[in-house]
């Protein structure tokens, strides 16, 4: 259960975009 959690954790970061690649972006 604990690596399903993760991989939700990850999945939702990859989603949103890191404050570095907006600044990148803009």
């Known amino acids: 259960m604990n ?3 993760d ?3 990850t999945s ?3 989603q949103q975009h ?3 690649d907006l600044s ?3």
């Open 18 to 20: 890191s404050p570095q």
């Open 7 to 9: 991989k939700l954790e």
């Open 12 to 14: 939702k970061k990859t």
């Open 24 to 26: 990148n972006e803009e």
């Open 3 to 5: 690596e399903e959690n």
